[in-house]
């Protein structure tokens, strides 16, 4: 399943990659805001699609967006098996699933255009985890780390 989330500053493109995702025929579920608010904060919507991913890091994915898209980015990575890549091109997207293992993507929206995060998404979906030993070796000392730490 992919889970999505904004704050106000990322609301009007997430509202337009949910619309993309829909005309492409993929699965989603929005987990806010549903209308607009611009008294709402990104970690609150950051931490329901963490939740879910963190649950379930090698079946689901997320996609988060807030202006910067660090703030959403920060606050999904503190989530045990939470590998979230902020990314603002296409190559940063498929390195990200690629060689990162990221299974949520964070997206700046002040940042980038509709047709530019309409592709970050779509590479990113599209790309398979890698499964190079290099890149494996690497996400699971990430792994020992974050299980070693007391958050």
């Known amino acids: 399943m992919i889970y999505i989330a904004s704050d106000h500053g990322g609301f009007k493109l997430k509202e337009k990659i949910k619309g993309h995702l829909s ?27 963490a939740e879910k991913i963190s649950s379930k890091p090698k079946q689901d994915v997320g996609i ?7 703030g959403v980015n920060i606050t ?6 939470v590998r979230a890549a902020l990314v603002w091109n296409v190559k940063e997207a498929i390195a990200s699933r690629r060689d ?8 700046p ?18 790309e398979s985890m890698g499964t190079e030993k290099r890149h494996v070796r690497r996400v699971n000392k990430i792994s020992k780390i974050e299980k070693s730490q007391k958050l």
């Open 64 to 70: 988060l967006l807030c202006r910067s898209g660090q």
């Open 76 to 81: 999904a990575n503190k989530f045990k098996n």
């Open 23 to 49: 005309k492409s025929k993929l699965s989603f579920v929005d987990l806010g805001p549903h209308s607009f608010d611009p008294d709402d904060d990104y970690p609150d919507f950051a931490k329901k699609v």
């Open 100 to 107: 990162d293992l990221a299974n949520v993507l964070s997206i």
């Open 109 to 126: 929206s002040d940042y980038v255009s509709e047709k530019t995060a309409k592709k970050l998404a779509d590479a990113w979906l599209q």
